[in-house]
């Protein structure tokens, strides 16, 4: 069975970011297959990666509910889900790329989600590991678009309003019917080594504790300004270190057989 990485928090703290930084992690230091799954409907983790994506989940769907595909002959509909579902994978030698696409319109979807959560978890166990990059609110999880996270990363920059927006979206994951086995939250573009005594006192007024912190990085900026794929910034980058640093502690040791006992949830 895979191992489930989710990125969620408020627009622009750097989700898609460090989802293509884990994404390099897992290819690069621990060898594993891997599933980038880019569920926002800016679809950007692609650019993130140096990937380019021809057809998204939701050209599937669209098609499905405006009767729009033309079935091969003998072939179930059902089938014929999958086979679109392959067709959208994107193969890169060491990771796969799937785009979501846009959310659906006005009208019934719950037919086609509910092939598409099907083939997406079926999809899911050819990859030891699925990276799942979410758009700012949290759509995609709200409706399923996966059934189980190992791991959420809840990604937060260090301000008032960042600190109040995490705690909110903590708090909305645990309405989600999905299961959530750990969180952790996690402060991204950090200015300094002190925070601000604010941001200080809201942190622990709202009980939140960071696992992590990544510092603001140049590089990272420079890279999306300029159009550079995460995969090619320098390995000594001082975010991807302390993001591998991070991980190491989190995901599986020693092959996924290992999964047993998780840390305790935020
Ligand atoms: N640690 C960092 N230091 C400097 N810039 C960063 C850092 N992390 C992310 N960024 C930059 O911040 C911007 C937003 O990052 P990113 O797109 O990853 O955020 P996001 O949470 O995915 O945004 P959205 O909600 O719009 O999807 C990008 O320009 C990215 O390069
Ligand atoms: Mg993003």
Do not use: W
Request: with cysteine; glycine share 8%; proline share 4%.
């Amino acid at each position: 069975m895979s191992f489930t990485i989710a990125l969620a928090g408020k627009g622009g703290t750097g989700k898609t970011t460090l989802a293509a930084l884990t994404v390099r992690y897992i290819i690069e230091t621990l060898g594993e297959s891997t599933l980038g799954v880019d569920a926002d409907p800016n679809s950007s983790l692609g650019h993130a990666l140096g990937v380019e994506y021809e057809k998204a989940i939701s050209d599937i769907r669209e098609g499905v509910i405006e009767k729009r595909l033309d079935l091969p002959a003998g072939m179930s509909k059902e089938r014929y889900i999958e086979y679109c579902i392959e067709e959208c994978i994107v193969e890169r030698p060491k990771f796969d790329l799937l785009v979501m696409g846009r959310p659906e319109g006005p009208g019934c979807y719950c037919y086609v989600n509910n092939l598409l959560r099907k083939y997406l978890d079926k999809l899911g166990t050819n990859y030891s590991y699925v990276v799942l990059d979410n758009e700012a609110g949290m759509e995609h999880l709200s409706r399923r678009t996966t059934n189980r996270v190992d791991l959420m990363l809840v990604v937060c920059e260090p301000t008032v309003v960042g600190v109040l927006t995490a705690k909110r979206i903590i708090k909305l994951t645990d309405t989600l019917p999905l299961s959530i086995k750990e969180k952790a939250f996690v402060l991204n573009k950090v200015p300094h080594d002190i925070l601000d005594k604010k941001v200080e006192d809201n942190l622990l007024k709202e009980g939140l504790a960071a696992k992590a912190r990544f510092f603001y990085d140049d590089e990272l900026f420079f890279a999306a300004s300029s159009g550079i794929s995460l995969l090619e910034i320098s390995k000594n980058n001082p975010t991807y270190q302390a993001l591998g640093q991070f991980l190491r502690e989190y995901l599986p040791q020693g092959g996924l057989q290992s999964v047993v006992g998780q840390k305790e949830s935020i």
